[in-house]
Antibody, heavy 122, light 107 residues
Framework: EVQLVQSGAEVKKPGESLKITCQGS????????IAWVRQVPGRGLEWMGI????????RYSPSFQGQVTFSADNSISTAYLQWSSLQASDTAMYFC???????????????WGQGTTVSVSS | DIQMTQSPSSLSASVGDRVTITCRAS??????LAWFQQKPGKVPKLLIY???TLQSGVPSRFSGSGSGTDFTLTISSLQPEDVATYYC?????????FGQGTKVEIK
């Protein structure tokens, strides 16, 4: 079964750092983009950017450039989303999702993680 | 960047009604358009990609059409389990922007 499994909910204080995970299984991890999506409570889906595990190529939405960092450890098929200094405005649900890299495999974001809730409050 | 605009932002329809949601791209995206369904408290689910290709396991009452800048998601006969928010998303070049969502309710 193809799946993405994300790490559990986090409760943090402003200024703290955080790294959440997204582990893929059942498919070739390095042949799919990993996209990150934010959803603030009661709001819509926001595309944060993508990471391509095969060559670590990264593209960030302008809204998130400089605010977060994407990375991965291909040896354990795990992608990471990290913050160096959280703010209250980072409180949201964060999803990872995959999309095929090759044009022939571009079937949209077909598999999603279950989401990680991040709460930031003093 | 290309903007994605959905309409309406919400709708209420009766069980069995035909429901149509539109999505407009600010520039030509050919057919690189996906539709997602998100039920309250749940993970978004891919319904359609490449504008009209139904994802495996998705009921046939869902269909998509369009190309270029104008796209449509149609539910041919609305069912109670279709209550959700629906999002379009371009899936060609970055940024893979989402529409703002359309909330579908039962009248």
């Amino acid at each position: 079964e193809v799946q993405l499994v994300q790490s559990g909910a986090e409760v943090k204080k402003p200024g703290e750092s955080l790294k959440i995970t997204c582990q893929g299984s059942g498919y070739s991890f390095t042949t799919y983009y990993i996209a990150w999506v934010r959803q603030v409570p009661g709001r819509g889906l926001e595309w944060m950017g993508i990471f391509y595990p095969a060559d670590s190529a990264t593209r960030y939405s302008p809204s998130f450039q400089g605010q977060v960092t994407f990375s991965a450890d291909n040896s354990i098929s795990t992608a990471y989303l990290q913050w160096s200094s959280l703010q209250a405005s980072d409180t949201a649900m964060y999803f990872c999702a995959r999309r095929g890299y090759r044009a022939a495999d571009n079937h949209g974001m077909d598999v999603w993680g279950q989401g990680t809730t991040v709460s930031v409050s003093s | 960047d290309i903007q994605m605009t959905q309409s309406p932002s919400s709708l209420s329809a009766s069980v069995g009604d035909r429901v149509t949601i539109t999505c407009r791209a600010s520039q030509d995206i050919t057919t690189y358009l996906a539709w997602f369904q998100q039920k309250p408290g749940k993970v978004p689910k891919l319904l359609i990609y490449a504008a009209s290709t139904l994802q495996s396991g998705v009921p046939s009452r869902f269909s998509g059409s369009g190309s270029g800048t104008d796209f449509t998601l149609t539910i041919s006969s609305l069912q109670p389990e279709d209550v959700a928010t629906y999002y379009c998303q371009k899936h060609d070049y970055v940024p893979w922007t989402f529409g703002q969502g359309t909330k579908v309710e039962i009248k």
